[in-house]
T-cell receptor, first 109, second 115 residues
Framework: GQNIDQPTEMTATEGAIVQINCTYQTSGFNGLFWYQQHAGEAPTFLSYNVLDGLEEKGRFSSFLSRSKGYSYLLLKELQMKDSASYLCAVPSGTYKYIFGTGTRLKVLA | SAVISQKPSRDICQRGTSLTIQCQVDSQVTMMFWYRQQPGQSLTLIATANQGSEATYESGFVIDKFPISRPNLTFSTLTVSNMSPEDSSIYLC????????????FGEGSWLTVV
């Protein structure tokens, strides 16, 4: 079957580094996406990985291992505004995507 | 990326009524998608709307409950019919941009509360 697993909740301190993991099972693979969703808002696109390795984009980086069905989102120099849910998603067939339930990150002062 | 506008952004609806959500994109797109996000849940695809043909519904969603229109390449509507409290949710319009990959971009969402 097709499935995505993420931790439900994480807490970290302002200025710290946090890693949010995502494991997935799909019948094929056509990339993995990370989205950020602040409470009361729609998801916004953060990153896309289709090849193994680390993609860095400012304070946010995303890693992919296709052989392990594993990805993580790395957030550095955490800020209070990073408190949000982070959703992992993979395409599942034509024009279909499976979304994880999201990891709710709380950044503490 | 495409700019996607939705309205209403929020509404409180009476049980048994219907509400139509509008989605406008600033560029022509082939496919538009409607998602639902119930409280504390992740996103679930309701249907895919292709201009000039009937929408394709996912398992668990039917046209009588969620009729969709797609009159042109920049606009779509989703109606939530005969609402019940279980329909209280965020409804999101989205499109694929293809940059990068087949990234989905979302509208601002429509927060519906059914009382």
């Amino acid at each position: 079957g097709q499935n995505i697993d993420q931790p439900t909740e994480m807490t970290a301190t302002e200025g710290a580094i946090v890693q949010i993991n995502c494991t997935y099972q799909t019948s094929g693979f056509n990339g993995l996406f990370w989205y950020q969703q602040h409470a009361g808002e729609a998801p916004t696109f953060l990153s896309y990985n289709v090849l193994d390795g680390l993609e860095e984009k400012g304070r946010f980086s995303s890693f992919l291992s296709r052989s392990k069905g594993y990805s993580y989102l790395l957030l550095k120099e955490l800020q209070m505004k990073d408190s949000a849910s982070y959703l992992c998603a993979v395409p599942s067939g034509t024009y279909k995507y499976i979304f994880g339930t999201g990891t709710r990150l709380k950044v503490l002062a | 990326s495409a700019v996607i506008s939705q309205k209403p952004s929020r509404d409180i609806c009476q049980r048994g009524t219907s509400l139509t959500i509008q989605c406008q994109v600033d560029s022509q797109v082939t496919m538009m998608f409607w998602y639902r996000q119930q409280p504390g849940q992740s996103l679930t695809l309701i249907a895919t709307a292709n201009q000039g043909s009937e929408a394709t519904y996912e398992s668990g969603f039917v046209i009588d409950k969620f009729p969709i229109s797609r009159p042109n390449l920049t606009f779509s509507t989703l109606t939530v019919s005969n609402m019940s409290p279980e329909d209280s949710s965020i409804y999101l319009c989205s499109v694929e941009d293809g940059n990068p990959g087949n990234t989905i971009y979302f509208g601002e969402g429509s927060w519906l509360t059914v009382v």
